[in-house]
């Protein structure tokens, strides 16, 4: 299976901030990267798929980068409604494997 | 809208069997392969399932194969998952999603609760 190394596991950044998250695979999985967005109570919702594409209506604050095995996910200025549990997903092959999550909180 | 409407989550002895459904409105959908994801009271995302469009292919993680079945009814804009032999670890959300068609989950339900406790 592959894994996905997701760090950090939480961080604490003021409003406005830049925050980076960065999600490792066990191995080459191209640019087969998905990232989600959970907040507390609700089901994830698709930021980005295909390690850099973001979805229909989410904001350009959200970027993504990355190819093979090192991805990043970034907030370029963090807002309170960004506080969330945001996921890294592989599905270059199954078993799709998610990260262990990196919660966002306001400092 | 596009919904996805999942039910049948319950409290279930260890060994016992629980059978999710997820009823999709808004999309049509037989056009789209469909899966089950799961998520630990805490704890993080695990894909459980995927089924094919026309049900002829279906896919498990490791810990669930041979007793979870994913199924789906076309007609009835349903989609299925059969649990037996449910233990402690069992216990979660349980959610069913919509993958669109480059591989990303598009459209979530908003889960149901599977307890496995004796």
């Given at each position: 299976d592959i894994q996905m190394t997701q760090s950090p596991s939480s961080l604490s950044a003021s409003v406005g901030d830049s925050v980076t998250i960065t999600c490792q695979a066990?191995?080459?999985?191209?640019?087969?990267v998905n990232w989600y967005q959970q907040k507390s109570g609700k089901a994830p919702k698709l930021l980005?798929?295909?390690?850099s594409h973001l979805d229909?209506?989410?904001?350009?604050?959200f970027s993504g980068s990355g190819s093979g095995t090192d991805f990043t996910f970034t907030i370029s200025s963090l807002q309170p409604e960004d506080i969330a549990t945001y996921y890294c997903q592989q599905?270059?092959?199954?078993?799709?494997t998610f990260g262990h999550g990196t919660k966002v909180e306001i400092k | 809208d596009v919904q996805l409407v999942e039910s049948g989550g319950n409290l279930v002895q260890p060994g016992g069997s629980l059978r999710l459904s997820c009823t999709a409105s808004?999309?049509?959908?037989?056009d789209y392969w469909m899966s089950w994801v799961r998520q630990a009271p805490g704890k993080g995302l695990e894909w459980v399932a995927n089924i094919k469009p026309d049900g002829s292919e279906k896919y498990y993680v490791e810990s669930v194969r041979g007793r979870f079945t994913i199924s789906r009814d076309n007609a009835k804009n349903s989609l299925s998952l059969q649990m037996s032999s449910?233990?402690?670890?069992?216990?979660a959300v349980y959610y069913c999603a919509r993958i669109d068609g480059v591989w990303y989950y598009d459209i979530w339900g908003q889960g149901t609760l599977v307890t496995v406790s004796s």
């Open positions: 066990s191995q080459d999985i191209k640019k087969y980005m798929s295909g390690a229909t209506g989410v904001p350009s604050r599905y270059n092959d199954l078993p799709w | 808004g999309f049509t959908f037989r449910l233990s402690d670890d069992d216990t």
